[in-house]
């Protein structure tokens, strides 16, 4: 499915301290490694807690392209996983997989079937194909007995591959743009013939991602070995996937809006399914918010937030990118100016991040500067909250656009956010999930 196309515009209305207990669907980045890793694995496995939404919609049809038996129960999220029909594609023509605009899908699949062996071409959405994958396709290279090309200009998909498998040896990648690059390769690197050695060549973002990924091959009974720097690791040939079942987290990066929502309306929001000891580095946004005057109690089950007095803050956010937008929100109602670094990532993602969410802010009313790496938002003054006479935000194709800034309408009225169904990507009850924790109903209008 794309959910580009709609007519719908969504408007939340403020009304006063959100309080409430919510759980969120489960972790998109942990559904998408363990059906990889499920589909490979020596005997059947079943995943609880999945998500269900576009993002792993087009992994799980990935995999049951090449064969693999997903039988799925309680709402999509349990999923049986059973790999043993899957096979290697070959044909004259190649496989066609769509991969919609899902990154992990794209940059997981392109290692994974590479190593698997086959003719396949992934594609995806317009944007897809400008989002880089070139430095995986160069990596990839080193071990691969075949050829693997982008056919988009400066190394975006569509990705073709023509593969007889990973011979195995030395790799090496680039992690600037994209930790998602060598989350792929790990992942890919037990269908080697030989042992294979990663090592990371200059800065590695989105840091939590590869530990994720690290943890998730361990729990499936990988033996990988990773140094701790996350710049070197190695696989060793002959390892085997096995794992019977695998309980998925809630999604962190999901469960930023509600915790937000109770920051900028002094309210108290509990997520249950996440602590600290989460496997997603987004459970980190809590201390964030912490910073701004927060309270975050962690009672082990889950995390509760309690907003007060915000005031703003000055914020490295490279582990925690898919926060920015959220945070974002969070500021135009603190006390004094925010600045958020190293997010330069950012403007590789669903859209640019950096540059479309300042425009969106200053639609606002908000004065906002962006750098290189990441932006500065000046809250809004007292003044211009009282005599904010609505906007109507573009959310450019971005779950995260939509669900960030559908927030400002907690503190004000006529905030309307086009297009509200792109949080199909890893949420498609968003916005239901959020009128239950409000206990009122928002406004859907067709424009
Ligand atoms: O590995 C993952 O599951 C993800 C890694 C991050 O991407 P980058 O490594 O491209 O920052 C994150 O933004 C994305 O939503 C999920
Ligand atoms: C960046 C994201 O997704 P992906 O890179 O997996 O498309 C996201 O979910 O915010």
């Given at each position: 499915?794309n959910s580009?196309?709609?007519?719908?515009?969504?408007?939340?209305q403020p009304?006063g301290p959100?309080?409430g207990?919510?759980r969120?669907p489960?972790s998109?980045?942990l559904?998408?490694r363990?059906?990889?890793?499920a589909?490979?694995?020596?005997?059947?496995?079943?995943l609880?807690?999945?998500?269900?939404?576009e993002?792993t919609?087009v992994?799980?049809g990935?995999?049951?392209?090449?064969?693999?038996?997903?039988?799925s129960s309680?709402g999509?999220?349990?999923?049986?996983v059973?790999g043993s029909?899957c096979r290697?594609q070959?044909?004259?023509?190649?496989?066609?997989?769509y991969i919609?605009?899902?990154?992990?899908?794209?940059?997981f699949?392109?290692?994974?079937?590479?190593?698997l062996?086959?003719?396949?071409?992934?594609?995806?959405v317009p944007?897809m194909h400008?989002r880089?994958?070139?430095e995986?396709l160069?990596?990839?290279?080193?071990?691969l007995d075949?050829?693997?090309r982008?056919?988009?200009?400066g190394g975006?998909?569509?990705?073709?591959?023509h593969?007889?498998?990973?011979?195995?040896?030395?790799i090496t990648?680039?992690?600037n743009?994209?930790?998602q690059?060598?989350?792929g390769?790990?992942m890919?690197a037990?269908?080697?013939?030989?042992?294979?050695?990663?090592?990371v060549?200059?800065?590695?973002?989105?840091?939590?991602?590869v530990?994720?990924t690290?943890?998730?091959l361990r729990s499936?009974?990988?033996?990988i070995e990773?140094?701790?720097?996350?710049q070197q690791?190695r696989?060793?040939?002959g390892?085997q996937?096995?794992l019977?079942?695998?309980?998925?987290?809630?999604?962190a990066?999901?469960?930023s809006?509600?915790?937000?929502?109770?920051a900028i309306?002094?309210?108290?929001v509990?997520?249950?399914?996440?602590t600290a000891?989460?496997l997603?580095?987004?459970v980190?946004?809590?201390?964030?918010?912490?910073q701004?005057?927060?309270t975050v109690?962690?009672?082990?089950t889950a995390i509760?937030?309690?907003?007060?007095?915000?005031?703003g803050v000055?914020?490295?956010?490279n582990?925690?990118?898919?926060?920015?937008?959220?945070?974002a929100?969070v500021?135009?109602f603190?006390e004094?100016?925010t600045r958020v670094?190293?997010?330069a990532?950012?403007?590789?993602k669903?859209?640019?991040?950096?540059a479309?969410?300042?425009c969106?802010?200053?639609?606002?009313g908000?004065?906002v500067?962006?750098?290189e790496?990441g932006l500065?938002?000046?809250?809004l003054?007292?003044a211009?909250?009282?005599t904010?006479?609505?906007?109507?935000?573009?959310?450019y194709?971005d779950h995260r656009?939509?669900?960030s800034?559908?927030?400002v309408g907690?503190?004000?009225?006529?905030v309307?956010?086009?297009n509200?169904?792109?949080?199909?990507k890893?949420?498609?009850?968003?916005f239901?999930?959020?009128e239950s924790?409000?206990?009122?109903?928002?406004?859907w209008?067709?424009?």
């Amino acid at each position: 499915m794309n959910s580009q196309a709609t007519s719908t515009t969504v408007t939340v209305q403020p009304g006063g301290p959100v309080s409430g207990t919510i759980r969120p669907p489960g972790s998109k980045s942990l559904t998408n490694r363990a059906l990889l890793c499920a589909a490979v694995s020596e005997s059947p496995c079943t995943l609880r807690g999945a998500l269900r939404s576009e993002d792993t919609a087009v992994m799980l049809g990935g995999l049951q392209q090449l064969g693999v038996d997903i039988e799925s129960s309680d709402g999509g999220r349990t999923l049986a996983v059973d790999g043993s029909a899957c096979r290697p594609q070959h044909a004259d023509e190649p496989a066609e997989l769509y991969i919609a605009n899902s990154g992990t899908t794209v940059r997981f699949l392109t290692a994974w079937l590479s190593a698997l062996g086959g003719d396949y071409r992934l594609h995806g959405v317009p944007r897809m194909h400008e989002r880089p994958i070139g430095e995986l396709l160069d990596a990839i290279s080193a071990v691969l007995d075949g050829t693997i090309r982008a056919e988009s200009p400066g190394g975006c998909p569509p990705v073709r591959i023509h593969s007889r498998g990973w011979r195995g040896g030395e790799i090496t990648v680039r992690g600037n743009v994209s930790s998602q690059y060598l989350s792929g390769l790990l992942m890919a690197a037990p269908l080697a013939q030989t042992d294979v050695c990663i090592r990371v060549e200059g800065a590695l973002v989105s840091q939590p991602y590869v530990q994720m990924t690290c943890q998730v091959l361990r729990s499936f009974g990988v033996p990988i070995e990773a140094a701790q720097s996350l710049q070197q690791f190695r696989i060793p040939a002959g390892s085997q996937y096995r794992l019977s079942q695998y309980d998925i987290e809630p999604d962190a990066s999901a469960a930023s809006y509600f915790w937000a929502a109770a920051a900028i309306t002094a309210g108290r929001v509990r997520v249950e399914g996440l602590t600290a000891d989460a496997l997603q580095g987004d459970v980190g946004f809590v201390d964030v918010l912490a910073q701004m005057g927060c309270t975050v109690q962690d009672d082990g089950t889950a995390i509760e937030v309690t907003g007060g007095p915000l005031r703003g803050v000055d914020v490295d956010m490279n582990a925690i990118s898919d926060t920015v937008q959220t945070l974002a929100v969070v500021a135009l109602f603190a006390e004094g100016p925010t600045r958020v670094r190293g997010v330069a990532h950012n403007r590789f993602k669903e859209t640019d991040r950096i540059a479309d969410l300042a425009c969106e802010l200053r639609k606002l009313g908000a004065v906002v500067s962006e750098t290189e790496d990441g932006l500065q938002i000046e809250p809004l003054t007292a003044a211009q909250q009282q005599t904010f006479a609505g906007a109507r935000l573009d959310t450019y194709h971005d779950h995260r656009m939509a669900m960030s800034l559908s927030l400002v309408g907690l503190r004000l009225s006529g905030v309307q956010i086009q297009n509200p169904s792109c949080t199909a990507k890893t949420y498609p009850e968003y916005f239901a999930d959020l009128e239950s924790l409000l206990r009122r109903p928002h406004h859907w209008r067709t424009t």
